[in-house]
């Protein structure tokens, strides 16, 4: 049976600041970006990327959506920060991402057009993996993934799975946890809602880097999920990199109780339970997040997407403050504690042997 494959993202622009051409991964990134048939590549003789602003607001999203810039990450974007209850720490491979989810949970923590921007000095950001080796385990959940030593998440400001063809940097990571280079105990993680994962099965990974796919109901991932990959190859990356002997994962998320939600939710677990079922040595785990948005979110996403119809409705939501005074807006007490026990029971019962290491 043909794999189902889903068409790379190629930018229309690529912008090069003068600080990244001068960085020795740059000319990796060049060499994939020709490849990929980008034709219009500019080298810039400064660092700011200018002109991103101009024209109207959709204008600057479809032309952000089509950018890609190679930057150097400042100091403050290389220092590895705590990132509970995903990973002991976070490590940026880049900031932005090409496809268009509606919800997207970059729209609150990005600034500006949603351009993406990869970081060129690779070997200072992934230095931060040798620099705190063996500190801190503040991921909840510890006691399943002790094994794996300190944890460091790589898509929290991207999908590195996205534009890996054009950077070539998640493979390095991979390469270099793989063999050794920052000690023998630290793993990597990162999540995706692509499939594009021929150059990863050859890598001397280690098993010391966790692949998971970002999954949703049929309903969620058709109607909010542009630019990704359609869930079934998602599926079918997982089985491969599984069979290739990485440790694994499913991120479900952002869990919605459309109408039908147990159906679909349970048609998804089946088919993940379906494409595993043979692979041997399965290291499984799972991660459930439900829909939340806060009242910057929600501004940007009405911006980016005006006619969407996804509920962001503060009405119907509970509000939720976090310790720095900022608010999110969750489902009901009620409908969460429906969905949890509902997923709890369906992970066990469809997937067992895959733990559950958070749900929020
Ligand atoms: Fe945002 Fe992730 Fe979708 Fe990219 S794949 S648009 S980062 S939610």
Same mark, same amino acid.
């Given at each position: 049976?043909?794999?189902?494959?889903?068409?790379? %993202?190629?930018?229309?622009?690529?912008?090069?600041?003068?600080?990244?051409?001068?960085?020795?991964?740059?000319?990796?990134?060049?060499? /994939?970006?020709?490849?990929?048939?980008?034709?219009?590549?500019?080298?810039?003789?400064?660092?700011?990327?200018?002109?991103?602003?101009?024209?109207? =607001?959709?204008?600057?999203?479809?032309?952000?959506?089509?950018?890609?810039?190679?930057?150097?990450?400042?100091?403050?974007?290389?220092?590895?920060?705590?990132?509970?209850?995903?990973? &002991? %720490?976070?490590?940026?491979?880049?900031?932005?991402?090409?496809?268009?989810?509606?919800?997207?949970?970059?729209?609150?923590?990005?600034?500006?057009?949603?351009?993406?921007?990869?970081?060129?000095?690779?070997?200072?950001?992934?230095?931060?993996?040798?620099?705190?080796?063996?500190?801190?385990?503040?991921?909840?959940?510890?006691?399943?993934?002790?094994?794996?030593?300190?944890?460091? =998440?790589?898509?929290?400001?991207? &999908?590195?799975?996205?534009?890996?063809?054009?950077?070539?940097?998640?493979?390095?990571?991979?390469?270099?946890?793989?063999?050794?280079?920052?000690?023998?105990?630290?793993?990597?993680?990162?999540?995706?809602?692509?499939?594009?994962?021929?150059?990863?099965?050859?890598?001397?990974?280690?098993?010391?880097?966790?692949?998971?796919?970002?999954?949703?109901? =049929?309903?969620?991932?058709?109607?909010?999920?542009?630019?990704?990959?359609?869930?079934?190859?998602?599926?079918?990356?997982? /089985?491969?990199?599984?069979?290739?002997?990485?440790?694994?994962?499913?991120?479900?998320?952002?869990?919605?109780?459309?109408?039908? %939600?147990?159906?679909?939710?349970?048609?998804?677990?089946?088919?993940?339970?379906?494409?595993?079922?043979?692979?041997?040595?399965?290291?499984?785990?799972?991660?459930?997040?439900?829909?939340?948005?806060?009242?910057?979110?929600?501004?940007?996403?009405?911006?980016?997407?005006? /006619?969407?119809?996804?509920?962001?409705?503060?009405?119907?939501?509970?509000?939720?403050?976090?310790?720095?005074?900022?608010?999110?807006?969750?489902?009901?007490?009620?409908?969460?504690?429906?969905? /949890?026990?509902?997923?709890?029971?369906?992970?066990?019962?469809?997937?067992?042997?895959?733990?559950?290491?958070? %749900?929020?």
């Amino acid at each position: 049976m043909p794999r189902p494959m889903s068409r790379p %993202w190629v930018p229309e622009h690529v912008l090069v600041t003068a600080a990244a051409a001068e960085q020795p991964h740059t000319a990796e990134v060049l060499r /994939r970006v020709e490849a990929a048939g980008v034709d219009d590549v500019r080298l810039l003789s400064g660092n700011r990327l200018t002109g991103l602003t101009e024209g109207s =607001e959709r204008e600057v999203y479809a032309r952000a959506k089509k950018t890609l810039a190679l930057v150097v990450a400042p100091p403050s974007a290389i220092k590895p920060q705590p990132i509970p209850p995903s990973a &002991d %720490w976070r490590i940026d491979l880049a900031k932005g991402c090409p496809a268009h989810c509606q919800y997207c949970y970059l729209a609150g923590s990005l600034t500006g057009p949603p351009i993406t921007r990869a970081y060129a000095n690779l070997d200072d950001v992934l230095a931060g993996i040798g620099t705190h080796a063996g500190r801190g385990a503040v991921t909840s959940g510890t006691a399943e993934r002790g094994h794996e030593g300190t944890t460091y =998440e790589l898509s929290c400001y991207t &999908d590195p799975l996205g534009i890996e063809h054009l950077t070539g940097s998640l493979a390095e990571a991979v390469r270099r946890v793989g063999t050794g280079a920052y000690g023998d105990d630290v793993s990597l993680r990162f999540t995706t809602k692509f499939d594009a994962v021929d150059d990863l099965l050859v890598l001397p990974h280690g098993r010391r880097t966790r692949m998971r796919v970002s999954l949703n109901a =049929e309903e969620v991932a058709g109607r909010f999920e542009g630019g990704t990959s359609p869930v079934p190859a998602r599926i079918e990356a997982l /089985r491969r990199v599984a069979l290739a002997g990485y440790r694994v994962g499913l991120t479900i998320a952002p869990v919605m109780p459309v109408e039908g %939600w147990q159906e679909q939710y349970a048609a998804l677990l089946d088919a993940v339970g379906t494409a595993l079922a043979d692979v041997p040595d399965l290291d499984l785990t799972t991660e459930v997040i439900t829909h939340r948005f806060t009242p910057g979110s929600r501004e940007v996403l009405l911006g980016w997407y005006p /006619r969407t119809k996804l509920e962001m409705d503060e009405s119907v939501r509970t509000a939720k403050r976090n310790k720095f005074g900022g608010t999110k807006y969750v489902y009901p007490r009620e409908t969460m504690t429906e969905m /949890r026990g509902w997923f709890t029971d369906a992970l066990a019962a469809r997937l067992p042997g895959a733990p559950l290491l958070y %749900w929020t």
